[in-house]
């Protein structure tokens, strides 16, 4: 049975991932608000999660990226730095992943640095604008 044969399907089913994402997205807000936060990765899924803590009162440190290209440079007036430059605090740091590939690797590397796991969390449920409207 397709959705065009049931559109209540295709209802329920977007219903049940936009449901899902906003509990992701609240888990996430709430464990950040004791910590001070880099997003690991500058691309689009880092500048959403950006904007959902921004709209929250919750202050980003910096991005972190492995991208020689993007680091040093400005985004959404943080600085992207390389994950070994956002370590100075690392006890009170926590570490969002917004990369869509090599979450495994990237946690590794955060470990290998220093970063306990407990500090670490990702982000790859996708962009949707209306979630963000839930917390303006």
Do not use: W
Request: net charge neutral; glycine share 4%.
């Amino acid at each position: 049975l397709s959705f065009s044969q049931n559109p209540h399907a295709l209802y329920k089913s977007l219903r049940n991932e936009y449901s899902s994402k906003l509990k992701r997205l609240n888990s996430i807000l709430k464990i950040c608000k004791s910590y001070k936060v880099y997003i690991f990765g500058a691309g689009n899924y880092g500048m959403f999660i950006h904007t959902f803590l921004s709209l929250n009162n919750i202050d980003v440190a910096a991005f972190c990226d492995n991208s020689i290209h993007k680091q040093h440079k400005t985004i959404q007036n943080l600085p992207v730095l390389s994950p070994a430059e956002t370590l100075s605090q690392k006890e009170d740091s926590y570490y969002i992943i917004t990369a869509t590939k090599y979450i495994q690797e990237i946690t590794h590397q955060l470990i290998q640095l220093g970063v306990a796991q407990e500090q670490i969390t990702f982000y790859n449920e996708g962009i949707d604008m209306y979630l963000l409207k839930e917390f303006e």
